[in-house]
């Protein structure tokens, strides 16, 4: 038995699962449908591929939801974990549960996967024979994974740094590297078995004043730490930044960038998506306003051309979005892209020249770090402050990067901390920061967080 | 005054935190921010270990609720009489009434509850409560 | 007396309205805030004008109206008239005026303002003291651009080609020429007192199939024949075409044209101004997706840089919008140009090149028509089918040039019946269309034109 | 069989006449197409003029009902027996309940009514009318 096969036992054997068929689990998707791969339908699909986010704590809530996705012709089904199945709290996961089905009230702001299983789950998911991703932002996502696997969930999201920065206080680093390892490999060795498993980076990350550069930096990360351990679909992403310029700059670059790195690395034959998140920060407090917002979401990622686009519903500042709503987002998305033509193709030579300088100098000073492997580079990396994002509640960011957006609404870099990037690129990002006379920088951050309120 | 403050349970929306941090220390607290994912045991154990007058807690993700229902027992554990138990932000999963969700969090021994209510208003109300205790 | 003069009592002598103050008007203009002067507010604001659509029969109902539309922070409120006014038959809209009142029913489907006068209209311009701009669809429009401007409206919309030929069935069209004629004098007469008063074209016609050429070309005519007489502030309009990109094209050779062929015309002083309208054709059946629509133009209205736009509702394909759905409307507009930020600059030059060519080459027809005046050449060349206009209910119209979408949506010339524009020209547009095997062209049309539903 | 159609009023929305113009002839009518901006005794006489077996009456603006409520003294001055009265578009302005919007035009002496109905729904409806009055 392989070092991780022996991994997967232990991990397998929890006192809040059923028992673990890996023999049934590698049949079932060996034989599954192709329609579970959300590889295979991008490979035949030409359209932009629609995801909502959503996840209930009971199995017949998620059903439902299903169903009214279905019926607004949704393309990719979410599956929402809550969050305490995120930090491996199955204690408080089961108890939460357990009060939601006797009280029929949610006590859980997400499906707790692994206490319902992976028997029970694969129902739903083949009965709907849709694609589904696994949204959680988990840094120990060992078991989740594999019973998301076993439940016929063949793309997952996530990954050591975008689950672990934005989602957690003091999670060890290394272990979450080693975890995600660990997920990789399983993904890697599913993979062979049928259409690949796609994997997909979480972009946003805190979702709050976060630039470009620290992004695709980020994304190419963990495409590279993914693709390094046999991973054949990957899709990066990044989210609204709040100029339609920005996110039409950073998607020319990541574009370029993830497929200059990856043949770079010798996977000239792994394929390579790109996902863009609708407005991910603070949204207004009025239905209106949040369609309104949500529909120019549409609009820009149209224009930047994503493979992948994931919505958010009216009902974002107030809560879960219930079932209807959720579904409303996704037929009104679905209607802009279909009557959504002749979008022009843009560029900015100059931002785009800055952006890859950036990331291509952030990057380089990764690849130089003095460790091993290339995740030990890219821990000691994030440890000295070469990697640092903005409102991260996790302990070994640096927080010494301070952004805040300029007249036009681009996210700039005002201090730099540690970020390894040249004096010429740091210059280009001061230089268009116009902070007026007196203004209070945590003021203008105030104000820059709230742009869409 | 003292505050203790922080984000309850198994939750990391950290940016309503630092600018609650922020807006404390402008009006003039001496501020302990434990940070997100803070349990009720640990917000307890630092409201006495810097005696502190306000105890002022976040929660963002819709959890609160399952979080907070042992306050009563653990308060009945010392003498919190002069601390003022105060909590805000989104104290529900889903669309929430405000008109149920308060009595149910002042029943668990909150003094003041905010749910989906501006910081400097639920400051402004948590100076005036201060005020009128003196 | 001026001939004119005369002309205008002979029109303010009707047996619908009360006796005409001539002077009393000319008093109240002089002195009338700056605020209701759109002229003004185009000079002095930099962001994008947001104006609605509406009216209804009765005076109170329209003083409600525009409460909401205050509230709702608009820019410019509008004064749509009912269609019998539109056609000179005031007896029609007493009657049906009468009837609104009396049952608290709409029998009109906009305000009669004739028989209102300018007495009581005037009350509620000078009341919101904000810019109110005329909307109506009247070839013969003396009287009510009279009552117009004296209840101090100083916007006027329309012109001899853009308000007959997609609004009348036999109107006499060299009549329309003069009976404007007569309007753009007297705005010309009154821009001598205070601010000048703002002419509008209007680009849309008849909302269907209008090719972004033909659309300009009357544009430009228009804009012509009102500056000749002395106007010093238009605005050129268009609606979406259904494609971005042609959207975006149409404004950049809109916006150079007008400037040269004002200056060309020795019209060096005159303000040329840029109005868009959102989606003018057909409306989906579902409120949700009218939204949706309605963001999307708002988007595009941005992008191509307009200094006005005109809104639609989400119930477009209902009837005319209640005042709470017209309001909420603007509301979403306002937040959305307010959020919409980092726009790029785009531009397709083989595009603008051929829509340029093709708009100097009717042009150039036109002025070679032998006549002496400008608005003869242009009713010959509309009589001789050089311009021509798909879906105009007018008989003068040629009828003869058919539209059908491109595979990106954009509006191309399949059928150029008189159309003057070069070989090239029309193998440009040629070029673009793709009929499948077999596809009848009717088949075609009811498609492109129902692209949003 | 042969049909007037036209556009009632004072309304000049011509893309849904040419389109049922287009419509009647593929359905193998004779169509007398008298365009938009028709009134309704211009449509009377058409049909006597035509001997017509159905009058097509379009409104699209709202304004139907001040336009057509004087059709039952119209009627009672030939004899129409043999037409058949149809009407269809946008019957009213604002957004109206057909519910009401129908046995209003019913009643006013129209033998089918469709209001906000797709245009072969209704062609579908007249031609089952045709035949079951054969
Ligand atoms: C950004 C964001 C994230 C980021 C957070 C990054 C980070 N580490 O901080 C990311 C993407 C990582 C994230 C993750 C998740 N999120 Co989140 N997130 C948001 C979002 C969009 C904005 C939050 C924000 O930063 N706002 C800006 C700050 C300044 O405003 P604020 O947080 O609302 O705080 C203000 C007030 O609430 C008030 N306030 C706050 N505390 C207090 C206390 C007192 C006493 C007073 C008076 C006032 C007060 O003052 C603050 C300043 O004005 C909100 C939705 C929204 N509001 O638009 C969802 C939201 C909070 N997230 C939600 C959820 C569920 C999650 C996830 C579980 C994923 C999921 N299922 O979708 C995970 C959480 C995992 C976990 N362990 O908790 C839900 C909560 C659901 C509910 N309550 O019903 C929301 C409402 C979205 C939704 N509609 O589903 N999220
Ligand atoms: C394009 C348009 C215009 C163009 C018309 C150009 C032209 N000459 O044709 C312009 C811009 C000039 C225009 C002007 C006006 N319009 Co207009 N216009 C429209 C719009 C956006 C689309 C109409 C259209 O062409 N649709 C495409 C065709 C194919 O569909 P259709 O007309 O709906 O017809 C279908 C069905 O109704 C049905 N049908 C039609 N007739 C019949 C008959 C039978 C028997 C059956 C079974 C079916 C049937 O079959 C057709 C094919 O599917 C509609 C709103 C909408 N529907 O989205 C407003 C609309 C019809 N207009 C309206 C109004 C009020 C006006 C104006 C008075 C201006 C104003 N106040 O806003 C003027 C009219 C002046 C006048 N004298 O009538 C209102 C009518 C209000 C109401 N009913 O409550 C509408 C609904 C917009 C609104 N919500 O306010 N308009």
């Known amino acids: 038995m392989s070092l991780l096969q022996r991994e997967r036992e232990i991990i397998v054997s929890n006192e809040y699962i059923d028992r673990f068929d890996f023999e049934e689990v590698e049949e079932f998707i060996k034989g599954a449908s192709k329609n579970l791969f959300i590889s295979h339908t991008f490979k035949t699909t030409d359209h932009m591929l629609v995801q909502p986010r959503g996840g209930f704590p009971t199995y017949n809530k998620v059903f439902q939801l299903y169903k009214e996705f279905k019926e607004a012709h949704v393309d990719v089904l979410p599956l929402t974990i809550d969050s305490n199945t995120r930090l491996n709290d199955y204690a408080s996961a089961k108890k939460m549960l357990a009060l939601s089905e006797e009280n029929d009230v949610d006590m859980l702001n997400g499906y707790p996967l692994v206490n319902h299983g992976y028997r029970t789950t694969r129902k739903m998911i083949t009965h709907y024979d849709t694609p589904v991703s696994l949204r959680h932002g ?108 920005q996110d039409i700059v950073s998607s020319n670059v990541i574009k370029k ?96 020249e800055n952006l890859t300088n950036e990331v291509d100098e952030i990057l380089e000073a990764v690849f130089n770090d003095g460790a091993d492997t290339l995740w ?57 920061i116009k902070l007026a006379e007196g203004e209070r920088v945590v003021d203008k951050i105030i104000q820059d967080i709230g742009i869409m309120l | 005054m003292k505050v203790v403050t922080g984000v309850v ?47 002022l807690i976040s929660s963002l993700n819709g959890e609160a609720e399952g979080w907070c229902r042992d306050l009563k027992i653990l308060k009945s554990q010392y003498d919190f009489r002069d601390v003022v138990f105060m909590i805000g932000g989104n104290l529900g999963v889903g669309e929430m009434d405000p008109e149920l969700i308060v009595p149910k969090f002042r029943n668990y021994g909150f003094d003041l509850v905010f749910h989906q209510v501006d910081l400097n208003e639920g400051l402004d109300r948590l100076e005036a409560t201060l005020e009128a205790r003196k």
Chains 1, 3 share one sequence.
């Not at chain 1, 930096?217 to 990957?234: A, D, N, Y």
């Not at chain 1, 990697?387 to 302990?395: C, G, K, R």
């Not at chain 1, 952004?403 to 390894?420: C, E, F, H, M, V």
């Not at chain 2, 402008?26 to 270990?49: Q, S």
């Open chain 2, 9 to 55: 349970g198994n939750d990391i929306h950290v940016v309503a935190n630092r600018l609650i941090d922020i807006s404390l220390e402008e009006r003039g607290f001496e501020v302990f921010n434990l940070g997100v994912n803070t349990y009720l045991e640990e917000f307890m154990d630092a409201v006495i270990e810097t005696d502190a007058d306000v105890l």
């Open chain 1, 376 to 432: 030990r580079k890219v821990f000691n990396s994030i440890k000295k402050g070469y990697v640092d994002i903005p409102f991260s509640p996790h302990i070994i960011n640096a927080n010494e990067v301070i952004t805040i957006r300029d007249p036009q609404s681009n996210i700039r870099i005002l201090k730099k901390g540690k970020l390894p990037i040249s004096d010429r690129s740091f210059a280009f990002e001061r230089s268009k």
């Open chain 1, 138 to 245: 988990t840094p120990d996502a060992r078991l989740l994974i594999e019973t998301a696997l076993a439940s016929g969930i063949f793309e997952i999201e996530g990954g050591p740094i975008t689950y672990l920065l934005p989602y957690s206080k003091n999670f060890p680093m290394d272990k979450a590297f080693l975890y995600w390892k660990y997920v990789e490999r399983v993904c890697a060795k599913y993979s062979e078995l049928n259409e690949p498993i796609n994997r997909e980076s979480f972009g946003p990350l805190s979702a709050t004043l976060q630039p470009p550069a620290i992004v695709i930096v980020i994304q190419l990360l963990e495409m590279l730490l993914s693709l390094e351990e046999g991973v054949k679909s990957f899709s990066v992403s990044f989210s609204q930044t709040g100029s339609m310029l």
């Open chain 1, 257 to 352: 960038l993830s497929r200059k790195y990856a043949d770079r690395f010798g996977h000239e034959d792994a394929t390579i998506n790109l996902v863009y998140h609708q407005w991910m920060g603070a949204f207004p407090y009025n239905k209106e306003y949040s369609d309104s917002l949500i529909n120019t979401s549409t609009v820009i990622a149209a224009m930047v051309g994503a493979d992948k686009i994931i919505t958010k519903t009216r009902n974002e500042a107030f809560g879960i979005p219930t079932k209807e709503a959720n579904a409303m987002a996704v037929a009104n998305v679905k209607y802009t892209l279909g009557m959504l033509k002749g979008l022009p193709t843009v560029s900015d030579e100059e931002e785009e």
